[in-house]
């Protein structure tokens, strides 16, 4: 089992700046690629920003210039700091992480979400 746990969500006021991060921990054996993912009311999920193993990244285009993903391999943690927030940044955060288990089982995780209000 491979647990992923985030922390630092919050209000913040448009134009702010949050950082959120998430930590992996279970029988790992490796990670590759760890994200972030956000869900708005009535909306669908969709991918924010993701980091591989050996620190390539992927944006939405509307986060682009304004968030930046990072990841610490020896503590099984990615981040993601958001500045210059937009009302539209609003909801909930959640971390995403897949690699192999120490008995070489893949995995795939979600963590429990993190709630990310911007205020006007």
Do not use: H
């Amino acid at each position: 089992q491979v647990q992923l746990v985030e922390s630092g969500g919050g209000l913040v006021q448009a134009g702010g700046s949050l950082r959120v991060s998430c930590a992996a921990s279970g029988s790992i054996y490796r990670i590759n690629t760890m994200g972030w993912y956000r869900q708005a009311p009535g909306k669908e999920r969709e991918l924010v920003a993701a980091i591989t193993s050996g620190g390539s990244t992927n944006y939405a285009d509307s986060v682009k210039g304004r968030f930046t993903i990072s990841r610490d391999n020896a503590k099984k943690t990615v981040y993601l700091q958001m500045n210059s927030l937009k009302l539209e940044d609003t909801g909930v955060y959640y971390c995403n992480a897949e690699g192999s288990q120490s008995d070489w089982r893949p995995f795939r995780s979600w963590g429990q979400g993190t709630q990310v209000t911007v205020a006007s």
